[in-house]
């Protein structure tokens, strides 16, 4: 390597070129595209609130689905371990292999299920 390299008698010459009115092409370009689109973002708006109005319903839609699927009694002395045992029985008897086995690579590394 050579111990006595010079900074200044590098070429002082930008690598690059940028075309002919870039930067004021491309502030009106941002300029056009945000600030001054009032009809753009209220298409934007009516789309974010159609967007957040489908996650809602499919999220309710969800929580009443899981909330028929749920079978645990409402009742305490009807939960006892015999019934919870027989409730989880049922469960995985009616899962697929498939599921099944997503279940046991998900569970199986888990040192907290271990433990117990």
Known sequence: MD???DIEKLDRQMPYNVPE???????NDIMAAT???SEKNKTNRHRLVKICAAMAS??????????????MPADNALAND???SAH?????DDLSDEEIYNWVECTDP????ASY
């Open 35 to 37: 600030v001054n689109s």
């Open 21 to 27: 009115g870039f930067f004021e092409k491309s502030y």
């Open 82 to 84: 015999e019934y919870i």
């Open 88 to 92: 989880i029985d049922t469960m995985v």
């Open 58 to 71: 499919a999220a309710a839609v969800a929580m009443a689905f899981f909330a028929v699927q749920r079978e």
């Open 110 to 113: 888990d040192m907290y299920l």
């Open 3 to 5: 111990s006595n390299f």
